[in-house]
């Protein structure tokens, strides 16, 4: 059974620094893509990081440079620095993973969907 929770969620000022925390179980990790997506009140979901099996990072243009992905295979735990916060930045964060062999491509568009999420944390940054 897959399972992912996620943590480190919290309130902030801008220019502000949180890191989340994803811990996964339950699957296999032949092939993989493993991300962070985001949703606020009224908005449509969206994409914020992707890491694959092979560690090869994605990030949408509005997190470059401010936030950073990765990954701890011994912990089987997702990560996601974010600093340089912004009021914009606000909404639920949800790690996810998707399972499969090919997932390459898919993962390098650092997705906003997945075939399975945890129960999100809330990101609150005030300016």
């Known amino acids: 059974q897959v399972q992912l929770v996620e943590s480190g969620g919290g309130s902030v000022q801008a220019g502000g620094s949180l890191r989340l925390s994803c811990a996964t179980s339950?699957?296999?990790?032949?092939?993989?893509?493993l991300g962070w997506f985001r949703q606020a009140p009224g908005k449509e979901r969206e994409g914020v990081a992707s890491?694959?099996?092979?560690?090869?990072?994605s990030y949408r243009d509005f997190v470059k440079g401010r936030f950073t992905i990765s990954k701890d295979n011994a912990k089987n735990t997702l990560y996601l620095q974010m600093n340089s916060l912004k009021p914009e930045d606000t909404a639920m964060y949800y790690c996810?993973?998707?399972?499969?062999?090919?997932?390459?491509?898919?993962?390098?568009?650092?997705?906003?969907?997945?075939?399975?999420r945890g129960q999100g944390t809330q990101v609150s940054v005030s300016s």
């Open positions: 996810g993973v998707d399972l499969g062999t090919g997932l390459e491509r898919y993962c390098a568009t650092a997705p906003a969907d997945f075939g399975y």
């Open positions: 339950g699957y296999p990790y032949d092939e993989y893509c």
């Open positions: 890491i694959d099996i092979n560690g090869r990072t």
